[in-house]
């Protein structure tokens, strides 16, 4: 099937497919940057560098990679691309600081705040109907997610808390605008963001960057930028276009079950998983399971999926 301008549609089973493979590239970000500030066994994170450089390449090699595939009839101009980008920009550099200067979890688990503010701007400001199941999961995900910061609150830095929790009210803000920008091309969407948020960043690093990165810190800023930045994006802006912003908040509760596990395998010692971190993933497993676990069946009778 396809849309007017000739683009393929996709099935709302398709467009939780993509989701969800974004969530598991997304999930590679604690990894990538624990390789660039934790001491491993690749020596990558000398010579230093700050987490707003690590943020910089990161957006400007995603936008690049993308870069020459974008064809002239993706370009668009409408007014909700500009607080997209920004709240993009904001969200990036607040991430990738919280990650470096604190732990992947930490970090990933309170940026996943936003469902809950997103699911509230979808149904209250963009008119979207609510229902039961994506509520209902939504509220254990959270509760997994208040679980493992409650367990860790006393191990975290007040200023890292803030950065996180500020990534987390821009990436509702992301995830809102691509849904309202849903006609337009994503590959367009993903380059204007990314290009945009390290351009936004350029100032800020003529006063705080100091040194430069080495080759092998390229190589792999690259590959941070362009597997796990760029390609999830793409993704998830094609999957919103069938998928409400409530179930790609839900689907993307993958990303901070994941996110942690990647970060430990490369650097144990500062991201040795607690009991805490594993009881609030049941919860976010749990929250998966009840909204999307087939239900046509309950006490003998056939019971209609939820919308």
Known sequence: MKSENGATLLSPAQGRLLVALAAILWSLSGAFTKLLTKETALH???????????????????????????????????????????????????????????????????????????????????????????????????????????????????????????????????????????????????IVNHLSGALLLLPFLCFAARQVPSLPQLALLFLFGSVQMALPYWLVARGLRVVSPQEAGTITLLEPLLNPLWAYLVSPKSEAPKIYTLAGGACILGALAWRYWPRRWRGGKKVPDAA
């Open 44 to 190: 990558l994170d000398q010579p230093e560098i700050s987490g707003l450089l690590i943020a910089f390449y990161r957006a400007l090699f995603a936008g690049l990679v993308l870069l020459p595939s974008l064809r002239r009839r993706d370009i668009s101009f409408r007014g909700a691309m500009i607080a997209t980008a920004f709240s993009f920009a904001v969200m990036n550099a607040l991430y990738v600081l919280a990650m470096a200067l604190g732990s992947a979890a930490n970090a990933v688990l309170l940026q996943y705040t936003a469902p809950m503010w997103m699911y509230l701007a979808s149904v209250w400001w963009l008119g979207e109907p609510a229902d039961r199941r994506s509520s209902v999961s939504l509220v254990i995900g959270l509760l997994g997610i208040a679980v493992i910061l409650w367990g860790g609150w006393e191990d975290a830095q007040l200023p890292v808390i803030a950065i996180a929790l500020g990534s987390g009210f821009a990436y509702a803000g992301v995830i809102l605008g691509l849904r309202v920008l849903r006609d337009a091309s994503p590959r367009w969407l993903t």
